[in-house]
């Protein structure tokens, strides 16, 4: 079955760095567009970036562009986001996403806290 496994969270001080990653299987990932979502208390869940099916393309929330960097591994079935100069404002639920055309997977979620 399809399979979305976030891991890499935890607390951290503003301006540090965390890496997420997510591990797929189940389903031909070199097929699909990647995404990280996330969502914060009280928030609706926000795209954060996204990665072409061959890692030529990539696309960031104006929030996080210049600090977070979408990449994946299509031999390992992986993608990761390389979080640096992290603020409170990112603290929230990061979501592994999944998608093409109806296809749409969903990981668990990992939460990233970001706090002194």
């Known amino acids: 079955q399809v399979q979305l496994v976030e891991s890499g969270g935890g607390l951290v001080q503003p301006g540090g760095s965390l890496r997420l990653s997510c591990a797929a299987s189940?389903?031909?990932?070199?097929?699909?567009?990647m995404s990280w979502y996330r969502q914060a208390p009280g928030k609706e869940r926000e795209l954060v970036a996204t990665?072409?099916?061959?890692?030529?393309?990539?696309t960031y929330a104006d929030s996080v562009k210049g600090r977070f960097t979408i990449s994946r591994d299509n031999v390992k079935n992986t993608v990761f986001l390389q979080m640096n100069s992290l603020k409170p404002e990112d603290t929230a639920v990061y979501y592994c996403?999944?998608?093409?055309?109806?296809?749409?997977?969903w990981g668990q979620g990992t939460q990233v806290t970001v706090s002194s």
């Open positions: 189940g389903f031909f990932f070199s097929n699909y567009a």
């Open positions: 996403n999944g998608k093409l055309l109806a296809d749409d997977y």
């Open positions: 990665i072409s099916n061959f890692g030529r393309r990539t």
